[in-house]
């Protein structure tokens, strides 16, 4: 890194460096004075320097490729980028000065946001992104700290060092960069990122914004804003949840489309729900260890009293004990690509093996079942199995066991109560466990 600019120093023969506004990341961004015309400039300097010269060179295009970016946008929500120049062997980019505060720094200051103030910020972001997406542009690092809130409540997007250009046929990113838990899963490597990541990094912003949890902290699970705060409207969680999906084709699939939810936000778009097991993978290792230390266990028992560790082995105890958290883990992956969404036309069940599209008048039945029970007759693992003219489907219902992992479907309850007012179905007979058509 280099070291930053002091304190008066001109650049250019005309720019004077006043102070600096910030620094991290790749670029220190200073504040400046035109010593011509007197205005005032941010000057935002490349500060990386690696070893690597292949890498160095990546690094110093990203940033001439962002000046001129922004040099050819003109849109209210985006500063206006007047000046790009090498001096010596430092590079800068001089921008319109944004006084204001960013969104992170004003968490700092403020308890919370009002829901309606989140959404006139997201609103405003969106109308920029409509206009960059049309240009072909994809942002790429949409979060917090790259928004401006200027003192009337305009804002202003920052920062397009990692922006890019969408390349239709395109299997995937040349470069993997952006921030962990604001960044789509497609945008470290798997794919191409398009129109639809920044919608997502948009999500997960607002779902920062409303519950103050950083989503760095577990990247792609965001819990439903009703239950980390009763005071949110079931509008803006069925807008977040669904911005935030890890398949991109779950999400709005424009910036537009999303714009026009959050701008009828009270309407329809409060049916457009999604039902799941638990956003993204879950972690092999803390199962891998459980495994390693239960079957450490069975060895240690099997050293301090062999009989007793034999007679368990014939009964098959000790490795059906070592052999659970590698069989819930499984359980668990399998029912992390399982998604139920329900819209005003139908229900969409999306699963690792397909997809089962069916309209509210093909569904013909909800029956609830018991899978496993106890001894005693006490239910262990329930669910709810829904028929319809085009295939069936199921999700649990299982009570979560003290100390343990649920591995319900979220929100179930909601989701049975739904579908069976949206289907019209009635209980067969008082008591019956089945619901069908009137």
């Given at each position: 890194?280099k070291?930053?600019?002091?304190?008066?120093?001109?650049?250019?023969?005309?720019?004077?460096?006043?102070?600096?506004?910030?620094?991290?990341?790749?670029?220190?961004?200073?504040?400046?004075?035109?010593?011509?015309?007197?205005?005032?400039?941010?000057?935002?300097?490349?500060?990386?320097?690696?070893?690597?010269?292949?890498?160095?060179?990546?690094?110093?295009?990203?940033?001439?490729?962002?000046?001129?970016?922004?040099?050819?946008?003109?849109?209210?929500?985006?500063?206006?980028?007047?000046?790009?120049?090498?001096?010596?062997?430092?590079?800068?980019?001089?921008?319109?000065?944004?006084?204001?505060?960013?969104?992170?720094?004003?968490?700092?200051e403020?308890?919370?946001?009002?829901?309606?103030?989140?959404?006139?910020?997201?609103?405003?972001?969106?109308?920029?992104?409509?206009?960059?997406?049309?240009?072909?542009?994809?942002?790429?690092?949409?979060k917090?700290?790259?928004?401006?809130?200027?003192?009337?409540?305009?804002?202003?997007?920052?920062?397009?060092?990692i922006?890019?250009?969408?390349?239709?046929?395109?299997?995937q990113?040349?470069?993997?960069?952006?921030?962990?838990?604001?960044?789509?899963?497609?945008?470290?490597?798997?794919s191409?990122?398009?129109?639809?990541?920044?919608?997502?990094?948009?999500?997960?912003?607002?779902?920062?914004?409303?519950s103050?949890?950083?989503?760095?902290?577990?990247?792609?699970?965001?819990?439903p804003?009703?239950?980390?705060?009763?005071?949110?409207?079931?509008?803006?969680?069925?807008?977040?949840?669904?911005?935030?999906?890890?398949?991109?084709?779950?999400?709005?699939?424009?910036?537009?489309?999303?714009?026009?939810?959050?701008?009828?936000?009270?309407?329809?778009?409060?049916?457009?729900?999604?039902?799941?097991?638990?956003?993204?993978?879950?972690?092999?290792?803390?199962?891998?260890?459980?495994?390693?230390?239960?079957?450490?266990?069975?060895?240690?028992?099997?050293?301090?009293?062999?009989?007793?560790?034999?007679?368990?082995?014939l009964?098959?105890?000790l490795?059906?004990?070592?052999?659970?958290?590698?069989?819930?883990?499984?359980?668990?992956?399998?029912?992390?690509?399982?998604?139920?969404?329900?819209?005003?036309?139908?229900?969409?069940?999306?699963?690792?093996?397909?997809?089962?599209?069916?309209?509210?008048?093909?569904?013909?039945?909800?029956?609830?079942?018991v899978?496993?029970?106890?001894?005693?007759?006490?239910?262990?693992?329930?669910?709810?199995?829904?028929?319809?003219?085009?295939?069936?489907?199921?999700?649990?219902?299982?009570?979560?066991?003290?100390?343990?992992?649920?591995?319900?479907?979220?929100n179930?309850?909601?989701?049975?109560?739904?579908?069976?007012?949206?289907?019209?179905?009635?209980?067969?007979?008082?008591?019956?466990?089945?619901?069908?058509?009137?």
């Amino acid at each position: 890194m280099k070291e930053p600019l002091t304190t008066g120093t001109v650049l250019n023969e005309r720019y004077r460096i006043t102070g600096i506004i910030d620094s991290g990341g790749m670029s220190t961004i200073y504040h400046a004075e035109d010593q011509r015309l007197g205005s005032r400039w941010a000057i935002k300097e490349l500060m990386v320097v690696t070893q690597d010269k292949e890498e160095q060179n990546i690094i110093q295009a990203q940033f001439k490729k962002e000046a001129e970016i922004l040099s050819q946008l003109s849109h209210p929500n985006l500063p206006k980028v007047f000046d790009y120049f090498v001096q010596g062997e430092r590079e800068f980019l001089v921008e319109e000065y944004v006084e204001g505060k960013n969104l992170l720094s004003l968490v700092d200051e403020r308890e919370s946001f009002p829901e309606e103030e989140v959404v006139s910020w997201a609103l405003q972001v969106c109308e920029c992104l409509v206009y960059i997406h049309e240009k072909g542009i994809v942002y790429r690092d949409l979060k917090p700290s790259n928004i401006i809130v200027r003192e009337n409540g305009t804002v202003k997007l920052l920062d397009f060092g990692i922006a890019r250009i969408y390349s239709s046929g395109k299997t995937q990113d040349t470069i993997i960069m952006g921030t962990p838990g604001y960044s789509p899963p497609e945008q470290y490597g798997k794919s191409q990122t398009d129109a639809r990541s920044d919608i997502f990094s948009l999500g997960a912003t607002m779902h920062f914004l409303l519950s103050r949890r950083d989503p760095g902290s577990n990247p792609f699970a965001f819990p439903p804003l009703t239950q980390l705060n009763s005071c949110f409207s079931p509008a803006i969680e069925a807008i977040v949840a669904k911005a935030v999906m890890t398949d991109p084709a779950l999400r709005f699939q424009s910036a537009r489309e999303m714009r026009d939810a959050l701008a009828r936000k009270n309407e329809a778009v409060v049916n457009e729900l999604v039902f799941d097991y638990g956003a993204g993978d879950p972690a092999w290792q803390p199962y891998a260890l459980a495994s390693a230390v239960l079957a450490a266990i069975d060895v240690g028992l099997t050293v301090i009293n062999p009989v007793w560790a034999i007679d368990l082995l014939l009964f098959g105890m000790l490795p059906f004990v070592a052999s659970l958290p590698p069989v819930l883990y499984g359980e668990l992956k399998k029912r992390s690509g399982v998604r139920i969404m329900t819209r005003e036309s139908g229900i969409t069940f999306f699963s690792p093996g397909g997809k089962l599209q069916a309209a509210w008048d093909d569904v013909e039945s909800l029956v609830f079942s018991v899978k496993k029970a106890s001894p005693h007759g006490t239910p262990l693992v329930a669910e709810v199995e829904v028929r319809t003219r085009n295939g069936k489907f199921s999700y649990d219902t299982s009570p979560m066991p003290p100390g343990g992992v649920s591995l319900s479907l979220r929100n179930h309850e909601a989701l049975t109560e739904l579908i069976i007012k949206r289907a019209k179905l009635r209980q067969k007979s008082p008591g019956s466990h089945i619901y069908t058509r009137g």
